[in-house]
């Protein structure tokens, strides 16, 4: 059955309507003068993140037109369906079942499977924990994509709760000055490499596990089998490489939805066991709230449906998301392979072209550092771009001078954000740094904000391995969200092939040979690569 278009149902129709007639001219500060419970009224409590939502450009009706919405795209039965194992990546014919990972033994579908790898995963990490008997100190994870940016964010933002002799790397760039100054510090024999990777055929992952095993034997290493573990689908492609020890997963878990498989095997390391059970447990806690909350009540689907709404009815084409907590430093860049890469399609899943546009721009960098290179644009450029912050209650460091401090930051953001400042209350405030000779009223214009600029504020009450698998499993059941409306397919990547094909078709070219048949900037570029 044909999925319904949602820019045909009764729903957006309305939803334009509402746009033209109040949607467009919302304004926030007048918004929280009418109603002193705005605040409250549009915040929502899900497992392990609090949503403060009010600061959005929306209201009751809004919320209302975009639920039914939701309801007449069936987005309830496609998640139940998603949820049952159901064939719903149809390009590739594969159940989308990451849930599974993070369900309690005996409670989802392949739970037997799942909880066996999970032990075993599990009893590794532990080994390599034990360092008096493993005699590891470095663990370098080579893989790209899903294979390597959910591990590589997750560890440092659980660096609190992490072995604290253990020394996590990551490569993932085909580029060699990625693994270069990484090797550079190694000992062969205190180094485990994970080899990761989904299909294991990758072309920068292949290649870096080469000089891996190379730089291995060359330095005196003794024993790859002990020393290089494999994590993937395609077991007999890791034999073939020589890996006895490997962790395997499912063609129904995605790259970008996979830390939970034992993908997450690093961060097993570096946090252990009852940590990674508490990681996999907070997510599966999202999982039931999406599952079970009313749709008006249910977070990943009221931020999803407002990524609609900002989109397809105001126009914004990105998103900034800024944690002001160090640890998430690679959070931005995690949820964009997650949003981008699941939500970057132009067709339906019925393959027909779509009339609207799909996945914003996701991007940011940690408060505070943002403040300092582009938040100008934010308060004071021409595009409105919605604004994510995340608040950490707790600090799991000692100096809550500091913490107070990047707290008071991310306040003070999101509300400079909304408020503003116009030209009349600019004129009235003195600006040691203004030039004494420009006219005050051209200056003023330069120092006012237009203001009611939105933004969302998530808060979790501290950093736990429990926190971050519920914050992570918020942003996937958001991505399906919008993905549910738009009807596109979020487990699918195609667009990635097509560079990856005419990749090799020019590898061989480097060497010699005409260039014939290429394009002239192609041809150039290539003729003055060439070693
Ligand atoms: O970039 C495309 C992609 O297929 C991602 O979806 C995936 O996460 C990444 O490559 C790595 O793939 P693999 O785990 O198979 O090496």
């Not at 007048?30 to 949503?51: G, K, M, W």
């Not at 205190?190 to 095993?213: D, H, P, W, Y």
């Amino acid at each position: 059955m044909a999925h319904p278009r949602c820019d045909e149902t009764i729903a957006w129709t309305a939803l334009g309507g509402h746009f033209e007639a109040h949607g467009r001219e919302l304004d926030l500060r007048e918004a929280f003068a009418r109603d002193a419970d705005r605040a409250a009224a549009f915040s929502l409590q899900a497992p392990e993140v609090f949503a403060d939502l009010s600061k959005n450009l929306w209201d009751d009706s809004t919320r209302r037109l975009l639920v039914e919405l939701a309801e007449a795209v069936q987005l309830p039965t496609r998640r139940d369906a998603m949820l049952a194992g159901e064939p719903i990546n149809t390009t590739e014919g594969r159940a989308v079942l990451h849930t599974a990972l993070r369900a309690p033994r005996g409670a989802g579908p392949f739970s037997d499977e799942v909880h066996e790898v999970l032990d075993r995963v599990l009893a590794f990490a532990e080994r390599i924990r034990d360092t008096a008997s493993s005699g590891i100190t470095d663990i370098v994870n080579i893989g790209i994509g899903g294979s390597d940016l959910g591990p590589r964010m997750a560890v440092p933002a659980l660096d609190a709760h992490s072995h604290p002799g253990l020394r996590l790397h990551f490569v993932s760039n085909v580029d060699g000055h990625d693994i270069a100054p990484v090797l550079r510090r190694l000992n062969p024999a205190t180094t485990l490499f994970i080899i990761a990777s989904k299909t294991f055929t990758t072309q920068e992952t292949m290649a870096n596990a080469g000089v891996a095993r190379a730089w291995f034997l060359a330095k005196g290493g003794t024993d790859t089998r002990k020393h290089f573990v494999g994590v993937t689908t395609n077991l007999k492609a890791a034999a073939e490489f020589g890996i006895t020890e490997t962790f395997g997963f499912w063609d129904w878990v995605g790259g970008r939805y996979s830390l939970w498989s034992a993908i997450g095997l690093p961060l097993a390391i570096a946090i252990g066991a009852d940590h990674f059970r508490a990681f996999l447990a907070g997510a599966h806690a999202m999982d039931q709230h999406f599952a079970q909350a009313p749709l008006r009540e249910n977070l990943p689907v009221q931020l999803g449906l407002l990524d609609v709404w900002y989109r397809n009815f105001h126009h914004f084409s990105s998103r900034s998301v800024a944690p002001y907590h160090q640890g998430l430093k690679r959070f931005p860049a995690y949820l964009q392979q997650l949003e981008m890469e699941s939500n970057g399609k132009r067709v339906d899943t019925d393959g027909r072209a779509l009339r609207l546009g799909t996945s914003p721009v996701v991007w940011g960098e940690p408060g505070t550092n943002g403040q300092h290179a582009y938040f100008q644009m934010l308060h004071q450029g021409t595009d409105v771009i919605p604004v994510e912050f995340i608040a950490v209650k707790t600090p799991t460091h000692d100096h809550a001078e500091l913490h107070t401090k990047a707290l008071a930051n991310c306040l003070a953001q999101s509300q400079a954000l909304m408020l503003g400042k116009t030209a009349a209350e600019a004129a009235t405030e003195s600006a040691p740094t203004a030039s004494a000779t420009l006219d005050r009223t051209v200056l003023s214009r330069h120092r006012s904000f237009p203001g009611n600029r939105p933004s969302t504020t998530l808060v979790l009450e501290a950093l736990t391995p429990r926190a971050l698998g519920a914050l992570i499993a918020l942003y996937e059941h958001r991505v399906f969200t919008s993905a549910t409306v738009w009807g596109i397919n979020a487990f699918d990547q195609w667009g990635v092939e097509l560079g990856k094909a005419l990749c090799n078709q020019l590898l061989p070219r480097f060497g010699s040979g005409d260039l014939s048949g290429l394009d002239g900037s192609t041809a150039a570029l290539l003729q003055r690569l060439r070693a």
